[in-house]
């Protein structure tokens, strides 16, 4: 694996207050910058082309397969009869055809067109290679042993299954240069150990643009306003807004900005890491120190589509005896789902005026608080210039529209698991309150 060296760290401090009404021109003279690299400052070492946490673990069951996409892109996730995890191209060499509708047998995935099972054992000695053993029927073996499975690198890691995405799928995973290290996605390098965290995980699913919503989930300020009255934290509402001192940090791993209260003896409030291409990491309080941190992976399925794994540490109410009998994981579901359905209308608006071309840099004025966004648009545009993710699998108005037509799993905009959730609650609250008159019945 070659990876790309790490330009050294640069950070920037100034004073920032949610009365500032001037653009971020204004705003520079209260900055005061360390910079001891030549590189441009928009440069991290990862662009939009590189390691993307795609699901959880518990997503990708023994038997099952995962169909999503990535940049238009059609792929499936599936474990092998040796349980590894493989990501490929959702279409069979054969005649064109997607494994929708196919099956696993003994970890080889079947085409539902004509039958043909792809493994990467049989005569085949590169396991890196997923090739084909059989096809219509025994006279084609020897045809079938020609075709193989497109895929990427697949790796699972803390809970998570990566992909290695570059566009461009091949037959031979020994043929991809690895220009990024997964390493660099990895919490535990920036300050939090997992092990000392318990939990919670959903995921959700947004018609709009993918970096809109990375963009919104590292502006830390807007929660005040519209999450105020979800979020289940007394420093967080309408009437509690403050002024904080903001401190940036940048390094070819990532951007960091650290929001302190402006009097020492609060501290700091929160700490926003952005692990690109797709991660944002928060963390309430310092890294070391946090009760609970937000791991959020964005993933550009298609055009005005997009997933999100949300994943919510915490290092209170590990005890799942307790936290099960508190209902705690439907609780906190229901958050979550409110929190993404309040930020829908405007992703919504943001990328319908992005597309129309409201957004220009003389219609929307940043403020200082908005550095950090700043800084993430530097790195977004200069990306998609270079790497033209969408370019690679292009649609038009006359594509087939099969992926598209297929529909969203999760809330937001599938409301289906927010009812589910809602009826859980309900009726686990019912048999609680059932138990114990059950048991006075059976005294009296």
Partial sequence: MSEKSIAPTKSLNWQSDHSVNNSIEGNLSGITEENTSTKPANQLGSGLLGWYAICSTESLEDGNLYFFSMYNEPLVLYRDKDSRARCIKDMCPHRGASFQGGVLKEGEIVCPYHGGRFSADGDCTNLDRITCQHIVDSNYNNYAKKIHLYQYPCVEKNGYLYIYYTGRAKTNLQDFEIKSSLDNLDPENYGFKTDEYAYEEVCVDFKCDWARIIENHLDILHIFWIHGDTIPDKDVNKEVITSFNQKIKRDG???????????????????????????????????????????????????????????????????????????????????????????????????????????????????????????????????????????????????????????????????????????????????????PIGLIVLVL
């Fill in 253 to 435: 791993r990532h951007i960091e900005s650290k929001y302190n209260y402006k009097s020492k003896d609060l501290g700091e409030f929160i700490t926003l890491k952005f692990l690109p291409p797709g991660r944002v990491c928060i963390y309430k309080g310092t890294p070391e120190t946090a009760r609970y941190i937000q791991v959020l992976d964005h993933i550009p399925l298609a055009k005005n589509r997009a997933r999100v794994i949300v994943r919510h540490y915490r290092k209170f109410l590990k005890n799942k005896l307790l936290t099960n009998l508190v209902l705690f994981k439907q609780l906190q579901h229901r958050i979550y789902y409110r929190i993404f359905s309040e930020d829908y209308l405007v992703l919504k608006t943001q990328t319908f005026n992005e597309q129309m071309g409201y957004i220009q840099k003389d219609n929307v004025k940043l403020l200082g608080e908005d550095k950090m966004i700043q800084y993430y648009w530097d790195w977004y545009k200069s990306s998609l210039n270079k790497d033209r993710p969408w370019e690679l699998h292009p649609t038009t108005e006359n594509t087939n529209s099969i992926y598209l037509d297929k529909p969203m799993d999760y809330p937001p905009e599938n409301t289906k698991l927010v009812d589910t959730n809602n009826r859980s609650i309900i009726l686990n609250l019912l048999l609680r309150l059932l138990f």
